[in-house]
Antibody
């Protein structure tokens, strides 16, 4: 069955960096576009970034463009989100999700940015 | 990125129906876009419910009951999620989403209470 497992979250200070991973299994990872979506505590969903199946095409939300980088390693079935220059407002649970279809999400990893 | 407007809350009784709306800004013509709907319960990732573009172009997520359905009101530039035969388990947050231009955009979410 399809599984997406995020990791790499934690507590960091503003201005620092963090890299999230999403390990995929149960499907042909290299055939699917992948997304990061986040949710701040008590708030709604916010799409963060998308990467095409072969990694050649990427798009970002305005709120993270220039600070976050989405990448993937199809040989390792893993999606990444490199987060630089982190801000307090980046505090959220970060989910990876498979598209098309949006039917498969990970359980999320919590990133807390605090002084 | 554009803002999709959802009422913060809605309520209905078991067995009744709920009509949740998602209004697009005037510069995004809903007639041109698929609108996606998600359900989220506390402590869980979002669950994909369905997408709707037209009566001939729509689809449900795996295992989603047919009492969840989508539609559009072009005159109001609004997408609609209709839930018939409400059950207590339908109490959740509901989010709409569209891809207007190189980015996915979520609505702010509606908290549905089943009284």
């Amino acid at each position: 069955q399809v599984q997406l497992v995020e990791s790499g979250g934690g507590v960091v200070q503003p201005g620092t960096s963090l890299r999230l991973s999403c390990a995929a299994s149960g499907f042909t990872f290299g055939s699917h576009t992948m997304n990061w979506v986040r949710q701040a505590p008590g708030k709604g969903l916010e799409w963060v970034a998308v990467i095409s199946a072969d990694g050649s095409n990427k798009h970002y939300a305005d709120s993270v463009r220039g600070r976050f980088t989405i990448n993937r390693d199809n040989s390792e079935n893993t999606l990444f989100l490199q987060m630089d220059s982190l801000r307090v407002e980046d505090t959220a649970v970060y989910y990876c999700a498979r598209t098309p279809g949006w039917g498969h999400w990970g359980q999320g990893t919590l990133v807390t940015v605090a002084a | 990125q554009p803002v999709l407007t959802q009422p913060p809350s809605s309520s209905a009784s078991p067995g009744e129906s709920a009509r949740l709306t998602c209004t697009l800004p005037s510069d995004i013509n809903i007639a041109l876009y698929n609108i996606y709907w998600f359900q989220q319960k506390p402590g869980s990732p979002p669950r994909y419910l369905l997408f709707y573009n037209s009566d001939s172009d729509k689809g449900h997520g795996s295992g989603v009951p047919s009492r969840f359905s989508g539609s559009k009101d072009p005159s109001a530039n609004t997408g609609i999620l209709f839930i018939s035969g409400l059950q207590s388990e339908d109490e959740a947050d509901y989010y709409c989403m569209v891809w207007p231009s190189n980015a996915w955009v979520f609505g702010g979410g509606t908290k549905l209470t089943v009284l």
